[in-house]
């Protein structure tokens, strides 16, 4: 397990089984290009796509430069 910190904020990240990385044992991301199916985290609760080269999200697809602002 990694611990990351930033500031006061603290998240573990963690390697899933599916996707590609956990965060605080309930988040889970399968990061890919714009193409990406949600194949690999199907079924999986709490998880999202995050997409390299689209500008919108929609549903649990969060586009790469947008999931920067969030951790």
Do not use: C, H
């Amino acid at each position: 397990m990694v611990r990351l910190y930033m500031g006061n904020l603290r998240f573990s990240l963690t390697l899933p089984r599916f996707g590609d990385f956990m965060v605080d044992e309930t988040y889970v991301f399968e990061v890919g290009g714009p193409s990406k199916t949600s194949e690999q985290i199907q079924g999986v609760p709490n998880a999202y796509l995050v997409e390299d080269d689209i500008k919108f999200g929609n549903g649990k697809k969060i586009p790469l430069w947008l999931f920067g602002f969030l951790f």
